[in-house]
């Protein structure tokens, strides 16, 4: 028999009673009632407290990586704490810059950045465009004259096999990002960008995979990337995000604070020039455990080999399950500390064997057709990789705080899903 949810995965300011729980001071059952499922619910404290707490140990040196998840209220939130905004595209780009949070503030990313991508990153004056290949470099060469100053870093590929899923491994040998340490790439790169006028060249950026829990992986990085930059003065070094975060029971990740004091370590260690300013990038960390999503049951169908509960989501709003086979855990809002001995497979409402969200979800006895369910740790990459797969309409997202919500991404109409048609 499973026992109750651990509260250790619900956002930080979860409260659970016998017939509810609340968020930010707001009730699960509440909000349902007025915004109906599926629905992501953020919690503003949560995501407060991680970037302060990244902020704490990168000082001014931390991004927060907006592809995990973005909108307008989530960059500006992370610019009122202090953080830069990472994107990796135009689209990413607009959405910040419409949001409020200056140019100056923004950190622009992509191993395929088009012409437009790179002129307008040029041409707004962010604060620092990461160089990931040898056509951006002449891409850039041919836009930028000597009286600018575009301020940029180098992405390089230091050959390190995070232990993490193959799909979110970025630093080995056999990647698209970055140019290779082991080839001499990256090298010829830092000499070539050196010579081209009007760019500022601060440093080397790597990001070795994302989901990773043991820093071996980081120090490994920053010894190859300290090892590379020797003598060449440079004032800044990135070694991207990947912290990962506990999403079932049983799993343990280390606090922000560990990373950073894990990293700050190894680049001792290495010897890194203490002038160099080490940056990072989580983008997990700060926003996974801060959401949950609710959706509601719909059917349940017990069949020979098991017994299948079907919600109104599903792979839409949270493809993790279906691309890398990542656990959840769920449990019952009007239920949330009974024993939940029930075990079913959670799917959501696509035409797909494959749309499941939990392979072994444990729920309550009563949980029954028209109960809510949440699964917590829903904050990275679920609404940010949602799709309209089904002609399924994006869920909304609610933000909590001190007993109030409020639609920071209102649900998806049909309507909306009609605009593009001619
Ligand atoms: C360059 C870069 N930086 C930062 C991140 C954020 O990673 P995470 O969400 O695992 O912290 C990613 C994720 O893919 C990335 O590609």
Request: net charge negative.
């Amino acid at each position: 028999m499973a026992s109750p949810l651990l509260a250790s995965l619900l956002p930080d300011t979860a409260v659970l009673s016998d017939v509810d729980v609340s968020v930010g001071g707001v009730s699960m059952r509440e909000l349902v009632a007025t915004y109906g499922t599926p629905l992501f619910v953020y919690d503003e404290d949560t995501l407060r407290s991680r970037c302060r707490e990244a902020r704490a140990v990168f000082d001014d040196g931390v991004a927060f990586a907006s592809k995990a998840f973005l909108c307008g209220a989530m960059a500006r939130l992370a610019f009122e704490e202090g953080l830069c905004i990472d994107v990796a595209t135009g689209g990413e780009l607009d959405i910040v810059l419409r949001s409020g949070v200056p140019a100056s503030r923004v950190i622009v990313h992509g191993n395929n950045k088009s012409p437009e991508e790179l002129e307008h990153a040029v041409t707004q004056k962010v604060h620092r465009i990461i160089i990931d290949n040898f056509d951006e470099i002449e891409r850039l060469r041919a836009l930028v004259s000597s009286s600018q100053s575009v301020d940029c870093l180098v992405r390089v590929t230091p050959g390190v096999e995070a232990h993490t899923h193959e799909f979110v491994r970025t630093g080995q040998e056999d990647t698209k990002f970055g140019f290779s340490v082991a080839s001499g790439d990256a090298r010829r790169a830092i000499a070539t960008l050196r010579d081209v006028p009007g760019v500022t060249l601060h440093g080397v950026h790597s990001h070795i995979g994302s989901q990773i829990f043991d820093a071996e992986g980081f120090a490994e990085e920053i010894a190859i990337l300290s090892d590379l930059t020797k003598g060449d003065g440079f004032d800044e070094l990135c070694v991207g995000g990947g912290l990962g975060v506990a999403y079932v029971e049983g799993e343990y990740a280390p606090t922000i604070h560990e990373w950073g004091s894990a990293i700050r370590a190894a680049a001792a260690k290495a010897g890194l020039d203490s002038n160099v300013r080490l940056l990072a990038e989580p983008g997990r960390a700060i926003v996974a455990q801060a959401a949950l999503t609710l959706y509601r049951v719909g059917a349940i169908k017990p069949v020979s080999a098991r017994t299948y509960m079907a919600v109104d989501g599903g792979m839409s709003d949270n493809p993790r399950p279906v691309l890398y086979g990542s656990g959840y855990e769920a449990f019952d809002v009007e239920h949330p500390m009974a024993p939940r001995p029930t075990a079913v497979r959670l799917v959501g409402k696509h035409c797909e064997s494959g749309d499941v969200l939990i392979d072994e979800a444990w729920l309550p006895e009563a949980t029954h057709v028209g109960s809510v369910i949440a699964t917590p740790v829903t904050g990275a990459y679920g609404y940010s990789m949602a799709s309209n797969y089904n002609r399924v309409p994006r869920p909304a997202v609610i933000f909590v705080k001190d007993g109030h919500a409020r639609v920071v991404l209102r649900r998806e109409t049909f309507d909306d899903m009609a605009r593009l048609e001619v």
